[in-house]
Protein backbone atom coordinates (compact mmCIF):
# COMPACT_ATOMS: atom_id res chain seq x y z
CA UNK A 1 0.00 0.00 0.00
CA UNK A 2 1.05 3.66 -1.27
CA UNK A 3 0.29 6.21 1.68
CA UNK A 4 -0.16 9.68 -0.63
CA UNK A 5 -0.21 13.25 0.97
CA UNK A 6 -1.28 16.39 -0.63
CA UNK A 7 -0.15 19.69 -0.14
CA UNK A 8 0.52 23.08 -1.91
CA UNK A 9 -3.22 23.92 -2.06
CA UNK A 10 -4.43 27.41 -1.41
CA UNK A 11 -6.67 30.62 -2.28
CA UNK A 12 -5.12 31.92 -5.71
CA UNK A 13 -6.47 34.99 -7.94
CA UNK A 14 -7.43 34.21 -11.50
CA UNK A 15 -4.86 34.34 -13.66
CA UNK A 16 -2.18 33.22 -10.86
CA UNK A 17 -0.22 30.17 -10.31
CA UNK A 18 -0.03 27.07 -7.87
CA UNK A 19 2.42 24.27 -7.51
CA UNK A 20 0.80 20.84 -6.08
CA UNK A 21 2.94 18.27 -4.12
CA UNK A 22 2.15 14.81 -3.79
CA UNK A 23 4.76 12.60 -1.69
CA UNK A 24 4.60 9.12 -1.16
CA UNK A 25 5.67 6.80 1.40
CA UNK A 26 5.31 2.85 2.29
CA UNK A 27 6.42 1.94 -1.18
CA UNK A 28 8.41 3.34 -3.95
CA UNK A 29 6.58 5.41 -6.79
CA UNK A 30 8.84 3.57 -9.75
CA UNK A 31 6.14 1.28 -10.56
CA UNK A 32 3.25 3.13 -10.32
CA UNK A 33 1.31 5.76 -12.84
CA UNK A 34 0.39 8.77 -10.76
CA UNK A 35 -2.42 11.09 -11.78
CA UNK A 36 -4.38 14.18 -10.30
CA UNK A 37 -8.13 14.17 -9.68
CA UNK A 38 -10.28 17.04 -8.59
CA UNK A 39 -13.64 17.46 -6.80
CA UNK A 40 -15.58 20.92 -7.28
CA UNK A 41 -18.37 21.07 -4.61
CA UNK A 42 -21.51 19.50 -6.03
CA UNK A 43 -19.86 17.95 -8.78
CA UNK A 44 -18.33 14.54 -9.16
CA UNK A 45 -14.55 13.89 -8.86
CA UNK A 46 -13.12 14.87 -12.06
CA UNK A 47 -9.99 13.31 -13.96
CA UNK A 48 -7.42 16.34 -14.36
CA UNK A 49 -3.64 14.85 -15.56
CA UNK A 50 -1.82 11.36 -15.14
CA UNK A 51 1.47 10.11 -16.45
CA UNK A 52 3.45 6.96 -16.61
CA UNK A 53 6.02 5.71 -14.04
CA UNK A 54 8.49 7.37 -15.89
CA UNK A 55 7.17 10.20 -16.19
CA UNK A 56 6.26 10.27 -20.00
CA UNK A 57 3.40 10.42 -21.56
CA UNK A 58 1.76 13.06 -19.78
CA UNK A 59 -2.00 13.05 -20.04
CA UNK A 60 -4.69 15.76 -19.67
CA UNK A 61 -8.32 16.76 -19.54
CA UNK A 62 -8.96 19.33 -22.37
CA UNK A 63 -9.94 21.51 -19.57
CA UNK A 64 -6.44 22.30 -18.04
CA UNK A 65 -4.12 21.71 -21.05
CA UNK A 66 -1.91 24.19 -21.93
CA UNK A 67 -2.39 25.26 -18.31
CA UNK A 68 -1.05 22.73 -15.92
CA UNK A 69 1.76 20.18 -16.19
CA UNK A 70 2.30 17.23 -14.27
CA UNK A 71 5.83 15.63 -13.06
CA UNK A 72 7.44 13.34 -10.78
CA UNK A 73 10.75 12.84 -9.30
CA UNK A 74 11.14 9.15 -8.37
CA UNK A 75 14.36 9.87 -6.39
CA UNK A 76 12.29 11.65 -4.21
CA UNK A 77 8.98 9.61 -3.93
CA UNK A 78 6.92 12.66 -5.36
CA UNK A 79 4.40 13.93 -7.80
CA UNK A 80 4.14 17.53 -8.80
CA UNK A 81 1.46 19.70 -10.18
CA UNK A 82 2.40 22.94 -11.86
CA UNK A 83 -1.10 24.93 -12.60
CA UNK A 84 -1.07 28.44 -14.06
CA UNK A 85 -3.45 30.60 -15.17
CA UNK A 86 -5.84 29.57 -12.97
CA UNK A 87 -9.70 30.13 -13.03
CA UNK A 88 -12.02 30.04 -10.88
CA UNK A 89 -13.54 26.44 -12.79
CA UNK A 90 -10.49 24.80 -11.53
CA UNK A 91 -11.72 25.60 -7.47
CA UNK A 92 -11.43 22.04 -5.84
CA UNK A 93 -10.30 19.61 -3.98
CA UNK A 94 -7.81 18.40 -5.48
CA UNK A 95 -5.98 14.81 -4.92
CA UNK A 96 -3.34 12.38 -6.33
CA UNK A 97 -3.88 9.00 -6.97
CA UNK A 98 -1.56 6.39 -7.89
CA UNK A 99 -1.66 2.71 -9.18
CA UNK A 100 0.43 0.07 -10.17
CA UNK A 101 0.89 -0.74 -14.44
CA UNK A 102 -0.32 1.37 -16.86
CA UNK A 103 -1.98 4.70 -16.92
CA UNK A 104 -5.75 5.40 -16.97
CA UNK A 105 -8.34 7.78 -16.82
CA UNK A 106 -11.01 6.48 -14.72
CA UNK A 107 -10.92 6.58 -10.51
CA UNK A 108 -11.98 3.34 -10.33
CA UNK A 109 -8.48 2.21 -11.26
CA UNK A 110 -6.57 3.22 -8.57
CA UNK A 111 -6.33 1.91 -5.08
CA UNK A 112 -4.44 4.19 -3.59
CA UNK A 113 -5.23 7.85 -2.84
CA UNK A 114 -4.12 11.09 -0.50
CA UNK A 115 -6.47 12.77 1.90
CA UNK A 116 -6.58 15.93 -1.06
CA UNK A 117 -5.68 19.44 -1.07
CA UNK A 118 -8.01 22.31 -1.46
CA UNK A 119 -7.55 24.95 -4.50
CA UNK A 120 -9.89 27.85 -4.64
CA UNK A 121 -9.15 30.88 -7.17
CA UNK A 122 -11.23 34.10 -6.93
CA UNK A 123 -12.60 35.83 -9.48
Known amino acids: QVQLVESGGGLVQAGGSLRLSCAAS????????MAWFRQAPGKEREFVTV????????YYAESVKGRFAISRDNAKNAVYLQMNNLKPEDTAVYYC????????????????WGQGTQVTVSS
Open 26 to 33: GRTLSNYA
Open 51 to 58: VNWSGGYP
Open 97 to 112: AARRGVPTLKGLDYDN
